[in-house]
């Protein structure tokens, strides 16, 4: 036998055992998945040594809304609905194990409450859709702290308890045996560290002034909870100091005492601080930074009609403002001096007033010294005031030349212009609806209108700056959190009005 000869044996005998192997294990003539079926889904497991076969349903996901139950022994979609309750719970356990819950709709779901929710990856129950997810928000946990970031509920033993009805001491900070104060010896304050990083403040008032130094905290409010520090004068409610990193969420800050300088929160010393869903409540000087990093997030920020007090005042570091609200403040509203700043989705409204002899210095906003990275867009100023002999922007003011604004509204809305202006004459701004008007490109000499509630500046229907705003911009939502664009454009001002 030659090589050729032999080649080609081996080559046979392969091919023989090739089409022997085919033979006696033919190609399955059933299904392998879904696709393969018509409106019907693929139940093929391998090992049971039959060819997959088209059924009805898998689990319950599978079946149609009139139908919903998947009787898995059958793999067929049953009709009757359940009946919320211990023998519907019954049912739903048996025939959809992993929807055992009976909903409101008579459909087995996953949960109807964050109770039923056992995994930690997943621990809120979304009562519309009966699944579980993740937490958005710390009000969604048992904990009522969320990590955000992560989707997760904080365990309580991470936490520290601080409620007007506890009492400070060594073993203070749970839920049941919460602490009374910050500050005490043995308060809440003393216990940060380690996991331990975040303090919840319960539902009622913590009186007492708070001094954050060199820390990292995060402080988060029970829905109603709050920070009433009743100072004599002159001092402040929160004050931060030498690198610390502070967040507040969820809680109301006031003060019923209140001399000429009283602030309520305080940053300083490059530290870092973070307000968002809060509001600080009719206080003479809201907030005041000093080569600070201070983000706002969904705040307000609300001066006191008796006072004249500055809304923000920021000196040196940064500042971001996003859907936040700083109005009422009768000295001004922002003061802004050699920072970077980021304003986009605000309302600054009503600041500043046009006393003759007490009037203010600045109205809505000012900006001096050099600026770093700068974003101005999306708000909506509206409505405040200087003295009358000031010759500055009542709305904005620019001595140095440092701003570049564009998709935000400018209006006194319907008050008298009197001797002042509204934008300062240094200020650059475009693409903007500017009460008066003002130089530059795509400026729109015109006033919108507003829903009739008062000091309300949301947007009327078929308002002049509806469907405006230019492109080129990152801004995806608006104050309330609506999606923009909604309609043909995006909207100018803090507002993207709902289309239906
Ligand atoms: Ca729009
Ligand atoms: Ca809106």
Not at 130 to 157: F, L
Not at 351 to 363: A, K, Q, R, Y
């Amino acid at each position: 036998m030659n090589l050729r000869t032999l080649t080609l044996l081996c080559a046979c005998s392969s091919l023989l055992l090739l089409l022997a192997c085919s033979e006696s294990n033919p190609v399955s003539q059933g299904c392998t998945q879904a696709s393969d079926c018509t409106d019907q889904v693929c139940k093929n497991e391998p090992d049971d040594g039959l060819d997959g076969i088209c059924v009805d349903c898998l689990v319950s996901d599978d079946c149609p809304s009139d139908t919903p139950f998947c009787d898995v022994a059958n793999n067929s979609c049953l009709s009757p609905s359940c009946e919320q309750g211990a023998d519907g719970n019954a049912l739903c356990m048996s025939t959809t194990p992993d929807t055992p819950v009976c909903g409101p709709n008579g459909r087995c779901v996953e949960c109807v409450e964050s109770s039923h929710c056992s995994s930690e990856s997943e621990p809120v129950c979304d009562t519309e859709t009966g699944e579980c997810r993740q937490c958005e928000a710390h009000a969604e946990c048992a904990s009522s702290v969320c990590d955000i970031d992560g989707g997760t509920c904080r365990a309580e033993a991470d936490l520290v308890y601080v409620d007007d009805n506890g009492t400070d001491g060594a073993s203070c900070g749970t839920p049941l045996s919460p602490c009374a104060t910050f500050m005490g010896a043995d308060g809440a304050l003393a216990k940060v560290g380690r996991s331990r990083d975040t303090i919840v403040v319960q539902t009622g008032s913590i009186v007492e002034q708070v001094a954050i130094d060199s820390m990292q905290v995060t402080i988060v409010g029970q829905a109603g909870a709050a920070l009433t520090p009743q100072i004599p004068s002159d001092e402040i409610g929160i004050a931060i100091t030498d690198s610390a990193t502070v967040t507040i969420s969820g809680l109301r800050i006031s003060m019923d005492v209140q001399g000429d300088r009283t602030i309520a929160v305080a940053c300083n010393g490059n530290s870092t601080l973070t307000l968002e869903d809060t509001l600080i409540d009719r206080v003479k000087n809201g907030i005041s930074t000093n080569n600070c990093s201070l983000t706002l997030l969904r705040s307000d920020v609300r001066g006191s009609s008796s006072r004249q007090g500055t809304g923000i005042e920021v000196a040196g570091g940064e500042v971001a403002l996003h859907q936040s609200t700083i109005v009422g403040y009768l000295g001004g509203g922002i003061r802004i001096d050699s920072a970077s700043f980021e304003i986009v989705n605000c309302l600054i409204a009503n600041n500043g007033n046009d006393s003759t002899d007490l009037g203010s210095p600045f109205g809505g906003i000012h900006l001096t010294g050099t600026l770093g990275d700068q974003r101005f867009e999306f708000n909506t100023v509206a409505h405040n005031f200087i003295q009358p002999q000031q010759t500055i922007g009542s709305a904005i003011e620019c001595p140095d030349a440092n701003l570049n604004g564009s998709n935000n509204i400018f209006t006194l809305d319907g008050a008298p212009l009197g001797l002042s202006t509204l934008i300062g004459a240094n200020c650059s701004l475009r693409d903007s609806p500017i009460e008066g008007g003002h130089p530059g490109e795509g400026n729109i000499n015109d006033t919108p209108t507003f829903v009739p509630a008062a000091n309300d500046y949301h947007l009327a229907p078929g308002s002049p700056g509806i469907d405006v705003a230019v492109d080129g911009t990152q801004v995806t939502i608006d104050i309330d959190g609506d999606p923009r664009p909604q309609g043909a454009r995006s909207d100018m001002g803090m507002d993207e009005v709902l289309v239906q």
